[in-house]
Every structure is written in C-alpha cells, then in structure tokens.
C-alpha cells in the first residue's frame, strides 16, 4: 500500500521568456477544487491585461482528480505541457498557473509546449517540495475508566489527535498513516475485551 505522497510546501514561482512572450509560473499547494477555482480568480483579476491564463492541477494522494486547461492557446499546448511536469515530478495537491504575456511573435505549437513546460518545470524546481503521508481516520467511543488504556495505545503508536470529547462516554477521533490504521484498530477493539 502507497500510503505517501509529495506535494508542495509553500507557493513557489517560475519564469520563463521566449522571442518578447513572458511566462510567469506559480506552484500552490491545493487540497479542494474551491481551493483551485479561488487562486484562478487571483490571477485572473490580478493579471487581468495578460493574454492567456494556462493551468494544471493534480489532487488526491491517488492522483486521479486532475485537470489542464488551455485557455484559449492552441489545443494541448499549455496546460498539458504544465500536468505533464506535474506528472513526470509524481506530485499531487498542487495548483501550476502559468500566466502568459504575448510578445507580437508567434511561438507556433512547439515553442508553446515548450514554454509553458519550462515555465512550470521552472516554478517546481522553485518549490520546496515535502513528502505527505496519507491518513486514515479512526474514531473509538469508551467508557471513561479505559481512559489510561487508550492513551497508553496513542503514546505507543503516535497518532495525531483530531478531536476528543471525554464525557460519560468518551470519544476521541484519531488520524494515523493508513498502513498502520488496522493494527490502531485492532489494538483499540482488543481494549473493549478486557
């Protein structure tokens, strides 16, 4: 089981310019699709007198959510060149805009694919890049005397605490690396037999 992922820390930048055509490249780090649909709209209205707004994005530590879109470039020009460093950098949560500055020479399809590549390649190379694990939330109601017991369990396996509600029944909800979820669980069913 593949139980991590690499994505990108903080938002990085990227550059690149080919016969007066500027290529700015940003590099976020996203985790919904309203994460992505609001940095677009940024951009949009930041850079609103650049020609093109090119984007990739790849979500999910399974890697199948994912987009490219052209805006208005030659087809497969722009944003398939930007999810194809994405790809070939095996990222996921990651939003690569790629805004472009025409300069009154056209690149033809291959210079495009170019540009928009290196543009992008250029804002990951930028990046500080961090490696994920994928977790698995657990949630365990107990009576109030396992207390010791349970938090014995979650000193000895170190999950992160979500949340925990300690009332006549406790519950507390933990997140753990999903290759390691069924042995927590196991152990915490084992508590309810004792």
Same mark, same amino acid.
């Given at each position: 089981?593949? =139980?991590e ?13 080919? /016969?007066?055509?500027?290529?700015l ?37 399974a ?6 879109? =052209? ?9 398939k ?9 095996e990222?996921? =949560?990651?939003? #690569? ?15 495009? #694919? ?14 500080? #890049? ?7 939330l ?9 207390? +010791? $017991?349970?938090?014995?369990?979650? /000193? ?8 925990? $509600? ?8 933990l997140? #753990?690396?999903?290759? +390691?979820?069924?042995q ?11």
């Amino acid at each position: 089981m593949i =139980d991590e992922f690499k994505t990108v820390k903080n938002i990085s930048e990227g550059f690149y310019s080919e /016969k007066r055509s500027k290529f700015l490249a940003f590099a976020h780090h996203v985790e919904t699709v309203e994460d992505i649909k609001e940095i677009l709209a940024g951009y949009r209205k930041k850079y609103y007198d650049a020609r093109h707004v090119c984007y990739a994005y790849m979500l999910g530590a399974a890697r199948e959510d994912f987009r490219a879109n =052209d805006d208005g470039e030659p087809s497969s020009t722009a944003g398939k060149p930007i999810l194809g460093q994405i790809n070939s950098n095996e990222l996921t =949560d990651i939003l #690569i805009v790629v805004v472009r500055y025409y300069g009154g020479v056209n690149l033809g399809t291959s210079g495009l #694919i170019v540009a928009y590549r290196e543009a992008a390649a250029d804002a990951i190379n930028h990046a500080e #890049i961090e490696v994920r694990s994928v977790e698995e939330l657990i949630t365990y109601d107990f009576p109030y005397v396992m207390m +010791n $017991d349970v938090m014995r369990i979650v /000193k000895d396996m170190q999950p992160r605490i979500v949340s925990q $509600d300690y009332d006549n029944t406790c519950r507390i909800v933990l997140a #753990i690396r999903q290759s +390691n979820a069924a042995q927590l669980r196991e152990r915490l069913s084992k508590l309810s037999f004792e």
